[in-house]
């Protein structure tokens, strides 16, 4: 079954290393029919998170206090997150995650290796192009692949 549009949104293809990221972008060139659309929502691509980084965050969600201390690391480029999460009753549970920082080249790179085209990037779609002030990027891609 071929689809007319995938979606990849909240900065999850951040959580991708590279080699499975680009086994994602081969494996939605597949699914997509001929001019088919992909559209990638991050706020993590380099040209985002290289100037916003901080060292430490803090948020309430409810009762909840997440408390979240960010590492940079290189090769391949990534934000370490360990979070503290605070229960009302002051139980604390800790987490770790990673976000791998791509820049848009780079992306560009692997979409087209796998038979797609970077044709956009919005930060509000399709009614704003994406500038380095913005805090998030929309990526619209086409399939341009014939192949199959």
């Known amino acids: 079954m071929e689809y007319d549009l995938a979606i990849c949104m909240g900065n999850s293809i951040n959580f991708f290393p590279p080699d499975d990221l680009q ?15 992909f559209l990638i929502n991050s706020w993590t691509i380099a040209e985002i998170a290289y ?6 965050s803090e948020s309430k969600i409810g009762d909840i206090l997440f408390s979240n201390e960010i590492f940079f ?10 979070c503290t999460m605070t229960l009302p009753d002051g139980t604390k ?52 692949r014939k192949d199959k």
């Open 23 to 37: 086994l994602l972008f081969s494996k939605v060139a597949q699914a997509l029919k001929e001019n088919g659309s």
């Open 51 to 56: 100037r916003t980084f901080e060292k430490y």
């Open 73 to 82: 690391q290189l090769h391949p480029a990534r934000y370490r997150v360990e």
């Open 93 to 144: 549970e800790y987490k770790t995650g990673i976000d791998y920082i791509y820049s848009l080249n780079e992306l560009e790179r692997m979409l087209n290796h796998s038979g797609l085209i970077l044709e956009k990037v919005y930060s509000i779609p399709g009614k704003k192009e994406f500038t380095l002030e913005d805090p998030r990027a929309y990526i619209i891609v086409r399939n341009k």
